[in-house]
């Protein structure tokens, strides 16, 4: 019984350093992006979003055949800040040009609380559960206030060094329950992390919405 609880542990210790990697990809996507302002998201729709997801990697392999697409991390505003990240998974979807592209960054705006509220819910498909839209780049983008305010949720791809709005339709998103359960133990939910503020996250977990709060400083209302 001790060696298969230690088997267990080194399990769940291995777990959880992926984890911390992909909220760490996340970050390091993030960041490249908002580094060039002139072709990255615009600051005033960060500004206005209330929970950024990010999903770093995602392969076309895993849309062709079916399987999972890709997994991802999510942080929301509080009163207190950003939220710790939640885990997701990604996949289904028709995603034309890009699914000729070996692996492609995915980054989400939730603009509103309905967007917010697709979040937090079991699962729910872009474009029908929860309205979606290509994101506007740049600096000249600002403008574009209709997007901001009818879009629930603003979506881009960036593959070989492109960054550009892209309509994700048919995305399936859900919570990754292992990624949760490795994180913050079991039967936490993504309402409990992004909304509630219930539970903490490592330093090292937090690699993402420590990143998100040094370009968007922003808090919600409580």
């Not at 001790?2 to 909220?23: D, F, M, P, W």
């Not at 994180?183 to 219930?198: C, D, H, I, P, Q």
């Amino acid at each position: 019984a001790l060696a298969v609880g230690a088997v267990a542990q080194a399990q769940a210790k291995k777990n959880l350093k992926y984890e911390i990697q992909q909220s760490e990809k996340a970050a390091g996507v993030f960041r490249e992006i908002m580094n060039t302002p002139d072709r990255g998201i615009p600051q005033e729709l960060l500004d206005g979003a209330e929970c950024v997801a990010i999903f770093p990697s995602v392969f076309k392999a895993g849309f062709i055949f079916g399987g999972r697409g890709g997994r991802g991390v999510a942080s929301c505003r509080t009163a207190a800040g950003w939220s710790a990240p939640a885990f997701f998974t990604l996949g289904g979807g028709s995603f034309g040009l890009q699914i000729g592209a070996q692996s492609t960054d995915f980054v989400m705006l939730f603009m509103n609380k309905d967007g917010l509220n697709s979040l937090l819910s079991d699962q729910f498909t872009l474009g029908g559960d929860a309205s979606v839209a290509a994101g506007p780049v740049g600096r000249q983008a600002g403008a574009e206030t209709d997007l901001k305010l009818n879009a629930k949720i603003l979506s881009y791809s960036r593959s070989k060094g492109l960054f550009a709005g892209l309509e994700l339709k048919g995305v399936v998103i859900k919570p990754d329950k292992d990624d949760m359960r490795d994180v913050y133990g079991e039967g936490v939910t993504a309402k409990e992390v992004l909304k509630e503020n219930k539970v903490t996250a490592s330093a090292t977990a937090r690699a993402f919405p420590n990143t998100l709060g040094r370009y968007s400083s922003r808090v919600a209302k409580k």
